[in-house]
């Protein structure tokens, strides 16, 4: 490989330096028809799953298909759906917050024929590339973390799990016959990038065992008061231990208070928090983002503890698609699922899904806990 | 033949959900043949090994990952997660494997041209692999080796005319809902309130200074597309004062069938025919509406849910006096648990140059600086100092709108120039009235 | 300006076994100086090639270029 120069000289950082700049304006990307009519929509209405067309007061419409997608993307396939764009809608395109595609066009020939091009592209394997769905009272596509394509703290993947459920409840996606739109997100750990807390149902990487202490490199490898500030729980402290008939530096870990968190991992290198026995996933249902109706609410823990199982984590996506399939015959039109579950009460919703209700999800952790236990009663048997 | 045998990946891909299986291994496949001749500056085989080191995982169920702190470009102390892998002599290719984040644009709108770019930056330089986005809202490089990321930045920057996201304890990337450019709830233009102040705070999201992370999220209408309130520390939600505005003709064409409610979006059950009563006027959680023949609404009484625009998008839509609600503090469960963010500001116009939006911010910042501790998000700040004190340095006034109820302890902390007399009491004065 | 980065530098100089600091951290070396003017400070280290950033993604330290047990592990490998 011969090293190909940008421009950048090392020995002058700041010579012909940008910096500051911020992103490109989204002036830059508009689609013609959105850029005429900002501000001037007049309504919208899914033509069918997956197809949106929005009419401006002055009659112009936008049709938008939307595309599920798998967030992890190669150049590859971003030149495939710019190619698509290309085709169909003069170079323009976007991403959902939730990592779907949407490609616009301006009249319904247009769309007909940009829908007939999509639905054909699928990969070697088998799956497609653009499937078309994800509106209304649907499944969207689903939100996750790095989980082992890259984390160095995940207690399982994401991307293996979210293509295994994504697959179970395709249905879902593709049609719009449940009571309300369903979120659903996964992260691999519980430091959540992402909205977990706060979706209908989402999937939480846990770790249940406290890190091991590397005590013949830790010393070497690390600062040893960052890795002690770096505990949320004040679990970590300084020590000196003998190894190999020497005294050394290194860290204790009191492993009643670990939340295995893996925070120390990230400043430690020798404080690995990773196991294939104690790592699995916890499984949370109810939270809502949007103020429609009911107010936004947290998600809370229904199955406290689920193995991993690659490459397809047939018991989690079994649970997912059941408390789905539970919700969809029970609750009431509009009703999202912790809008369901609270209106006929948490017992009803473990009698009704048959998930067992174990003391691991009765909260014990701080101040929060009390009020979620039950001060009245009038409960249902 | 693949560099590796992944058989357990192979199985994720069948199935009509996308493969990302599949998709890095048309990858790896596209860098092996490199029909353009490229002279990859990261390692050809980085697709093929992350495939690999992936297997590996699948088959141990343990990540492979390693977390490193000193990478980055220079001057900036964030846009860059430093990756290296654990297995570096079975998979060299992703030794080291370093992510860069670059700010999208606003709305995720984009035109090829431009993504075409990023493209071929990132397949030169890079492994060819993206996420498009990432949780926080940037566009994600995934994986490149330290002699590159000048190069990378330097390309950005002058081919692209684009900067990197934040990491860090710093102002995150800012995200949006796509507003008002294509959504008619939208009551406020998101995509220019973010770049605004994505713009306007480039050293905040670029040099860290601050306890933790900070998250700016926009959403146009309290539907939420963006979540905001539960993903961002700074929450700006539209909002309106004045009445939902009815048209009474369409609200008839909803009753009688001419159009199809909640846009369509429970076409695919037969929940039988629309009913205005049930589905809208017993919906709503104020119960401020009723229909006789034509709709009312109690405007005084409306909490603006949504709901009932949302049904009949057509017939109603948000007020004229539009605007924002700005929330405080949400933040993921470490360490108390989860918050959602909670109301500081009821109103705010939003406006250019937004004057009134960034005094919010700034005046939060000077004190969270001051007063947070080390890892401490805002929304724990706020907790430990109290709702109040965050009032005080915001010089906002109290009001009910700010709680769901008011306090039931009557632990109340009084400043000494609230009570008559103040603290300072002469015992001797005390003793006249009362007896030792 | 030249006053105040000496006494940052004095100050990281000034901790033994210790590397990594956080923003809060150095604005100690500094107490009468508002906080966004010791970040001018720090840029100016850090822009004159003595400072450098650390992250660990989620928070992120700063130290004098080229210190720490961390440095020498990541770049070698």
Redesign the interface.
């Known amino acids: ?8 000289n ?1 020995e002058k ?2 010579e ?11 002036e ?4 013609p028809v ?1 850029k005429r009519n ?2 001037k ?9 997956g197809i949106l067309v ?1 009419v401006a007061e002055n009659g112009e419409k ?1 049709f ?1 298909v939307r595309c ?12 495939e ?2 190619d698509i ?2 085709k169909h809608c003069g ?7 939730r ?1 779907n ?1 949407e490609f ?1 066009v301006e009249n319904e020939a247009a769309m007909k024929s940009l829908v007939a091009d999509l639905k054909d592209r699928k ?9 078309i769905g994800g ?4 499944i969207s596509n689903m ?1 996750h ?10 207690a399982m ?1 994401a ?2 799990p979210v ?2 459920v ?2 179970e409840v ?1 249905d879902y ?1 593709q ?4 009571p309300a ?1 369903i979120r659903l997100a996964l992260a691999c750990c ?6 977990v ?2 979706s209908d149902i989402g999937i939480v990487g846990i770790h249940r065992k406290p890190p091991i202490v590397d005590n013949e490199v830790l010393d ?7 890795a002690v ?2 505990c ?2 004040g679990a970590i402290k300084p020590t000196k231990t003998d190894f190999d008939g020497k005294k050394i530096n290194s860290v204790s870990v009191n492993e009643d208070r670990c ?1 295995y ?1 893996g ?1 120390c ?3 430690c ?1 020798a404080l690995p928090l ?3 026995q104690g ?1 699995g996933c916890v499984i949370m249902v109810g ?1 809502k ?6 107010m ?3 998600a809370k823990v229904v199955v406290a503890y689920i193995p ?1 199982e ?3 984590w047939p018991t989690l996506t079994k649970a997912i698609k059941h408390i789905i399939e539970v919700y969809s015959k029970n609750a009431k ?2 009703e999202r699922v912790g809008e369901w579950a609270e209106r006929i009460g948490w017992e009803k919703f473990f009698e009704l899904t048959g998930l067992e209700f174990t003391h691991h999800l009765i909260d014990d ?4 806990a009390y009020y979620t236990w039950r001060q009245s009663t009038q409960f249902k048997f | 033949m693949a560099k590796h045998p992944t058989p ?20 790896a496949e ?1 860098r092996s043949k490199n029909p353009k001749g490229i ?3 990261a390692p050809q085989d980085c ?1 093929a090994d ?1 495939l690999g080191v ?1 297997e590996l ?11 490193g702190g000193i990478v980055g470009v ?3 102390g964030g846009g860059v997660i430093g ?1 290296y892998c654990d297995k570096p002599e079975e998979f060299p290719g992703v030794a080291h ?1 370093h ?1 860069v984040r670059i ?14 770019g ?2 071929d930056i ?3 330089r890079g492994s ?10 940037d566009l994600v490089l ?2 490149t080796v330290t ?1 590159q990321l ?6 950005m ?2 081919k ?4 990197l996201g934040g990491s860090g304890g710093n102002l995150r990337t800012p ?1 949006d ?2 507003g ?5 709830f ?1 009551c406020y ?1 998101t ?1 220019d309130l973010c ?1 605004t102040l ?2 306007d705070y ?2 905040e ?2 040099r860290p200074a601050f306890p933790y992370k900070f998250k700016f999220k926009f959403d146009g209408c ?10 961002s520390d700074f929450s700006v ?1 539209g909002t309106w004062k004045d009445d939902i505005q009815i048209d009474q003709a369409k609200v008839k064409a909803y009753v009688g069938g001419e159009f ?1 409610p ?8 037969d ?1 039988g025919k629309f009913d205005i009563v049930k ?1 809208v006027i017993e ?1 709503c ?1 104020t119960k401020c509406m009723s229909f006789d023949g034509a709709l009312k609404i109690d405007n005084a009484n409306c ?5 009932c625009i ?1 049904v009949m ?2 017939a109603l839509r948000v007020g004229k006096e539009k605007g924002a609600s700005i929330l405080l503090g949400a933040k ?7 918050q ?1 963010s909670s109301l500081l500001v009821p109103f705010v116009p939003v406006e250019k140059p937004y004057t009134e939006i960034k005094e919010v911010i700034e005046n939060i910042w000077d004190w969270w600086m001051e007063e947070g501790k ?2 401490e998000r805002v929304g724990e700040t706020m907790k430990r100092l109290s709702f109040q004190k965050l009032l005080e340095v915001t010089n906002i006034k109290p009001v009910a709108q700010h709680v769901k109820e008011p306090r039931s302890n009557p632990y109340i902390f009084f400043r000494e120039d609230e009570v008559l007399g103040g603290w300072t009491r002469d015992i001797n004065e005390f003793r006249k009235r009362h007896a030792r | 300006m030249e006053a105040e980065k000496k006494i940052i530098m004095d100050f990281l100089e000034g901790k033994k ?4 600091f956080y923003f809060n951290d150095l604005c100690k070396a500094l107490p009468d100086m508002k906080q966004r003017d010791v970040k001018k400070i720090l840029t100016a280290l850090v ?1 004159d090639g003595k400072l450098e950033f650390w992250s ?3 928070t992120t ?1 700063y130290g004098m270029v080229g210190a ?3 440095h020498s ?1 990541e770049e070698g490998e």
């Open positions: 490989m011969a090293f190909i120069s940008s421009g950048y090392p950082p700041m012909g330096r940008i910096t500051d700049i911020g992103p490109r304006s989204f830059d990307f508009y689609p959105i900002k501000g929509w007049d309504y919208h209405e899914i033509l069918e799953p929005h936008c938008t599920g997608a798998a967030r992890l993307m190669s150049v590859s396939l971003i030149r759906a710019c764009a290309d170079g323009h395109l976007r991403w959902t917050t990592n595609i616009m990969f070697a394997g088998g799956s497609n590339k653009f499937p509106t209304g009272a649907a939100i973390t790095q989980g082992w394509v890259h984390c160095h703290t995940p993947d991307s293996g293509k295994a994504m697959d395709f996606f049609s719009m016959k449940l739109p519980l430091n959540m990038c992402g909205a807390h706060a070497n490898v690390c600062e040893i008061p960052l500030a770096a949320p729980t939340m968190c925070n991992y990230t400043m290198p990773a196991d294939y790592d939270g983002v949007s103020n429609r109706i009911s936004p609410k947290l991993n690659p490459p397809r039109k509009y952790f701080r101040d929060p | 357990l990946l192979d199985q994720l891909e069948t199935g009509p959900w996308p493969s990302f299986v599949s998709d890095i291994k048309q990858e596209h002279d990859f500056q697709p992350l992936l995982s699948f088959k141990e169920k343990e990540t492979h990952w390693k977390h220079f001057g900036y990756r494997f992510t700010n999208q644009p606003a709305g995720k709108y984009y035109h090829t041209d431009y993504l075409r990023v493209c990132w397949e030169l060819g692999l993206t996420n498009m986005h990432g949780s926080t809202g995934l994986g002699p000048e190069e990378i930045f330097y390309d920057t002058h692209l005319n684009t900067d995200a809902c796509l008002q450019s294509r959504c008619e939208a233009d995509q770049h994505t713009n480039q050293d999201l670029h309290p539907n939420s597309c963006v979540a905001a309130l539960a993903r939600v199809k909640n846009a369509g979006a429970h076409a695919g059950r929940w589905e919906r959680p909490t603006r849910c949504m709901h949302n998008p057509r993921a469960p470490i360490l108390d648990g989860a959602l080390n890892r | 076994g210790k590397t990594k822009n660990s993604g989620s330290l720490g047990k961390q592990t």
